[in-house]
């Protein structure tokens, strides 16, 4: 069983930025972020394939959000930019343990991290 753990939530005013990070105990293939606002469904972020060569973001982060990773540490970051209120969410890392193309909806992944809640004041 691989385990997630995420760092670097935080709380930022409109407009700044904070970088998420995404460690993983073990190998995994495509990895993802989600976030969930209260009283929200869970919604897609970005995800990144097994090499980095592809990346997939929601309409409502692209150009804002940036997905990387760094296998030879089994990390993945979410680097956020721009941020605004209605950013403010848990954020999730998932990953995949099969090899394919990312998904983009939370049932593609099989490993999941525990939340880092961000917080974006007006």
């Known amino acids: 069983q691989v385990q997630l753990v995420e760092s670097g939530g935080g709380l930022v005013q409109a407009g700044g930025s904070l970088r998420l990070s995404c460690a993983a105990s073990g190998r995994t293939f495509s990895r993802g972020w989600f976030r969930q606002a209260p009283g929200k469904e869970r919604e897609f972020v970005a995800a990144i394939s097994w090499r980095g060569g592809s990346t997939y973001y929601a309409d409502s982060v692209k150009g804002r959000f940036t997905i990387s990773r760094d296998n030879a540490n089994d990390t993945v970051y979410l680097q956020m930019n721009g941020l605004k209120p209605e950013d403010t969410a848990v954020y999730y890392c998932?990953?995949?343990?099969?090899?394919?193309?990312?998904?983009?909806?939370?049932?593609?992944?099989?490993?999941w991290g525990q939340g880092t809640q961000v917080t974006v004041s007006s």
């Open positions: 998932a990953a995949d343990k099969v090899f394919r193309s990312p998904m983009t909806v939370a049932a593609g992944y099989d490993y």
